[in-house]
């Protein structure tokens, strides 16, 4: 059974708006922190805030946009299914609310388990910690 193109030959697609429109809310490498060094550094600078569900450490980075590193430990989130909820949900908060923490490198580390119940107060310590360290830097950069 042949099954119908969605457009003629010649005819131009329809715009979805999912690729053009997402492109610069994208997590591309240049906003993640990846080598073991950058981390090291980021945990030797000593600047952190801590959640009832996350630990962030901090410091200033080297370019105008924000990057990110995530930390799920395995002794404190046991399933990969809830540890990927938490990188996820980590990466998403990050993405959608980069300008707080522009011109910084930020580390998440996870500090106890999230349960699916838990997801909307963890949600929320994230973003507690987030405008936290917002201000913090924002006073630093000043002095």
């Not at 999912?18 to 030797?44: H, T, Y």
């Not at 522009?102 to 388990?113: E, M």
């Given at each position: 059974?042949?099954?119908?193109?969605?457009?003629?030959?010649?005819?131009?697609?329809?715009?979805?708006g999912?690729?053009?429109?997402?492109?610069?809310?994208?997590?591309?490498?240049?906003?993640?922190?990846?080598?073991?060094?950058?981390?090291?550094?980021?945990?030797?600078?000593?600047?952190?805030?801590?959640?009832?569900?996350?630990?962030l450490?901090?410091?200033?980075?080297?370019?105008?946009?924000?990057?990110?590193?995530?930390?799920?430990?395995?002794?404190?989130?046991?399933?990969?299914?809830?540890?990927?909820?938490a990188?996820?949900?980590?990466?998403?908060?990050?993405?959608?609310?980069?300008?707080?923490?522009?011109?910084?490198?930020?580390?998440?580390?996870?500090?106890?388990?999230?349960?699916?119940?838990?997801?909307?107060?963890?949600?929320?310590?994230?973003?507690?910690?987030?405008?936290?360290?917002?201000?913090?830097?924002?006073?630093?950069?000043?002095?």
């Open positions: 059974m042949a099954v119908a193109a969605s457009s003629g030959p010649g005819e131009p697609r329809e715009e979805r999912s690729v053009c429109e997402l492109a610069d809310n994208g997590f591309p490498k240049s906003c993640r922190i990846l080598k073991a060094d950058e981390f090291s550094s980021v945990f030797g600078y000593g600047r952190s805030v801590r959640g009832k569900y996350f630990h450490s901090w410091k200033p980075g080297k370019g105008d946009s924000g990057r990110l590193g995530v930390v799920t430990p395995k002794r404190v989130q046991k399933l990969a299914v809830g540890r990927n909820r990188k996820r949900m980590v990466r998403e908060y990050f993405r959608l609310n980069r300008r707080l923490v522009t011109g910084l490198d930020v580390i998440v580390r996870l500090r106890r388990a999230i349960t699916c119940a838990e997801m909307e107060l963890a949600r929320r310590d994230l973003g507690e910690i987030f405008v936290r360290v917002a201000n913090e830097a924002g006073a630093d950069l000043v002095d």
